[in-house]
DNA sequence: CCTACCGATCGGTAGG
DNA sequence: CCTACCGATCGGTAGG
């Protein structure tokens, strides 16, 4: 978030979403009048682009990172989806803005992701091409469906934020988001390489 | 959608959201005019209230399939899943809209999903516990977890509609939704289950 | 970046 | 279920 305006903005849209979240509501947020804030973007909608452009911007930030992770061999996985995961939960905003964004303009979003993912899920569906060819990866798992629900996935379970934390009995009353995304990623994991022919105890990878 | 007001008023608020509805929206997609509308549903709050409440009502009818779902040992994964994903299938705008209120009411929907939620994730992760002491299940496998993960990931996939389709390649462009469910009951399956030890070709079950 | 202001729409009421 | 209406708030402009 460059200006305060647009920090403030991000963080109104995100929890309260576009059409809950007034100008005035903003401008209060900031410490200027409205007018002033319509002096620097001249209109809500205006406004709205900027955030949604900072956002898919950092995600490009991150595709570098996801690329150097490129170059061992066995850890890219964890690394890539580390990388995704941090993403979110660096800061939850995104998640919650990035849902809101796909429900209330699907259209404009798919333009938008087509852009933004394409490059991105087509390096990731690559390696796990390689990864089945080597027979390291499950031969009929689907690269692009695979690699888009996990990512659905970590998406939703940050957008939900602690929705689920009381669904759990009485077990655990603690952290159940710590739970889940712990189980996302022992699931993308198991889902995605074919187990070990055997030989060890079928232990877990260390995370 | 029992009556015609709770019809229209659950497409909208899923569709445009809660803030972004006007009762003279709802008023006008009903065919009356709002002052009408105002007298069977008291405020447009109201009317809010009893849009979640019929949905998770519906869900509630979902848990007596799920248990008749539990007579058969080993399709009962199957039958459970099928359940789920046929509820947010047959009308997507449930997804939308249970997405929407997690977002926009967190400390409600905790409350709620709390009483709609909590009998029927119990019940899953006693058979995901009872299959991993027959050896079965991934016994690393957190019940609670992966159970809400897969239901996270269909919530959001179907909240999410078509925005994915234009981002897979040259190679899909049709239905990549279907692909993507398809995946994600492969995803599920694997990530649950201990791969077989070794006695067929680790041929994949039928669905 | 501000004060002053505008037409349109908001959710909701009065009264029938 | 309607007509008529209300105060509050909406996004945005004029003019400085």
Do not use: C
Request: aromatic share 8%; hydrophobic share 40%.
């Amino acid at each position: 978030m460059k200006t305060p305006i647009l920090e403030s903005a991000t963080r109104l849209f995100a929890r309260m979403g576009y059409a809950g979240t007034s100008v005035q509501a903003i401008a209060d947020a900031v410490g200027i009048k409205k007018p002033s804030l319509i002096y620097w973007f001249p209109s809500k909608e205006a406004l709205r682009e900027a955030v949604i452009d900072d956002l898919l911007s950092r995600w490009n930030e991150v595709l570098p990172k996801v690329m150097v992770a490129a170059q061992g061999g066995q850890d890219r996985f964890q690394r890539t989806l580390t990388e995704v995961l941090r993403f979110f939960e660096e800061d939850p905003d995104r998640a919650r803005l990035l849902m809101r964004e796909m429900l209330d303009h699907p259209d404009e979003m798919q333009r938008r992701l087509e852009l933004t993912l394409r490059p991105w899920l087509a390096l990731v569906s690559e390696y796990i091409r390689l990864g089945q060819r080597q027979g390291r990866v499950r031969p009929e798992l689907d690269p692009e469906g695979w690699t888009l629900n996990i990512t659905v996935l970590a998406l939703g379970t940050i957008a939900a934020g602690s929705v689920f934390d009381q669904v759990v009995g009485s077990d655990g009353p603690a952290d159940f988001r710590r739970r889940q995304l712990d189980e996302l990623v022992r699931t993308a994991h198991s889902s995605l390489f074919l187990d070990r022919p055997a030989s060890a105890g079928a232990p877990q990878e260390s995370r």
